[in-house]
């Protein structure tokens, strides 16, 4: 019998799941990014675990949509005069539950799904939202963004 996972983007077969990671793996890519946020009054670096999905194809993208964020819309934009690509990507809290599940059937990109897992978890027990970041909080989130980078590196060039 097919096992379910129940997730708040909803209730998802193991067979939906393992297709989605096979996707991650082979069309995605799991980071934890950094940029400047200039929003507030200081200037001051954030830091985001993402999952992200790129594809020129736009039927697997809609389907991610539809079936893992129904809320968010497709969005296109030109990739290197090319023509079409689309992209769908999830952040922080809700990229760490959509790993959570996909996990188990993640084959080349496990590792970095474990980094951004605990690096989320991480951030949610350190509870600074809001806060202004000391320099050991920005010490190990950098940690945990050069671990993912050296590995999405690694594979990039394991294949060649």
């Known amino acids: 019998m097919e096992q379910t996972y129940k997730t708040t983007?909803?209730?998802?077969?193991?067979?939906?799941?393992?297709y989605l990671a096979g996707i991650i793996d082979g069309e995605g890519s799991i980071c934890i990014t950094k940029f400047l946020d200039k929003r507030k009054k200081s200037v001051r670096w954030q830091y985001i675990g993402c999952v992200a999905i790129g594809n020129t194809d736009?039927?697997?993208?809609?389907?991610?949509?539809k079936s893992f964020s129904p809320n968010k819309t497709l969005t296109g934009y030109k990739y290197r005069n090319t023509g079409k690509s689309y992209h769908w990507e999830l952040r922080d809290n809700k990229a760490m539950?959509?790993?959570?599940?996909?996990y188990p059937f993640l084959k080349l990109k496990k590792e970095q799904a474990k980094i951004?897992?605990?690096?989320?978890?991480k951030k949610i027990s350190d509870n600074r939202r809001g806060i202004k970041l000391k320099e050991k909080d920005y010490v190990w989130r950098e940690k945990y963004?050069?671990?993912?980078?050296k590995l999405n590196h690694q594979n990039s060039y394991a294949n060649k």
């Open 9 to 18: 983007r909803g209730k998802h077969s193991s067979l939906k799941l393992a």
């Open 58 to 65: 736009k039927r697997l993208i809609e389907w991610v949509i």
């Open 97 to 102: 539950e959509l790993l959570k599940a996909v």
């Open 116 to 121: 951004m897992i605990d690096f989320q978890k």
């Open 145 to 149: 963004r050069l671990e993912v980078s």
